[in-house]
């Protein structure tokens, strides 16, 4: 049997090489345009954060004379590093928050037995399917009457609150895939349930908690439409509203020293994902199993 299938594959005639080749062509090619449309807008960005000027008219992905002024006129010209101390505080305690409670909240869901838990389960499913904004008005009359508004906090608190549903899901699902044998065992060497989380179960979700870590530091760096909406002072804005400030209007043509903002915001994030992408690969994967 194995010699038949041997000689099938050895018989390929002229005809059959030639499709195979196109075949491959035609995969790179698609890989290739794929790859310049998502490449050359960065190049572009990163090449006009190093061009002379300010407008569109002199930017271009490959600078002729480069040069570090865009980003000098950054920090001397703007309260960039304010914005971008805010922006960070905001997400490490998002991060922190986010982590706590889809953690423990994934966990209670998936291990525990308790009146109400299917009706619990169901009410975070539909609450994820309605959008965040659609609550905008609610949210800052909210705001308005606990005198949140133009604080950092109320950010925090929407962030952190707004993907429990999601995360809860995302954790529950991952937990599925641990054997329950390893909570009965340490119940009965007399771990309680708190110990049992702590000692065994925490350290086995490890993969899908960074994954949660990195997508909830990664929100307010990107989000515009929340911090703009609640936060008016030019000293506790996020980056995003700073950076979009140098472009907004007739009189702000600010472009290359924007790109520069951009690069500096988009380098670290790239060199999380790089370092951590095993981990989020992981448990986004483990977290979509069906549970």
Known sequence: MTVLTNRKKNNKTFVDYVKEVLAYIGIYSVLLIFAFVILYPV????????????????????????????????FEETKYKQWYLNTLTIAVINMAVSVVLTGTMGYVFARLKFAGKKFGLLSILILQMFPSFMGMIAIYVLFLNFGLLDQPLALVLIYAT??????TWLVKGY????????DEAAYIDG?????????????????????????????????FILPSFLISSDEKKTLAVGLYELINGQANNNFTMFAAGSVIVAAPVALLYLFLQKYLVEGLSAGANKG
């Open 191 to 223: 771990a309680t349930k708190y110990q049992t989380f702590k000692r065994i179960i925490l350290p086995l979700m490890s993969p899908i908690l960074t994954f949660v870590a990195v997508t909830q530091f990664m929100a307010p760096w990107f989000d």
């Open 43 to 74: 190049i572009w960005i990163v090449g006009s954060s190093f061009t002379k000027g300010s407008s569109l008219a002199t930017a271009s992905a490959i600078p002729r004379n480069p040069s570090l002024s865009n980003y000098i006129r950054l």
């Open 162 to 167: 707004g993907q429990i549903p999601y995360n």
């Open 175 to 182: 937990l599925k895939n641990v054997p329950i044998s390893l």
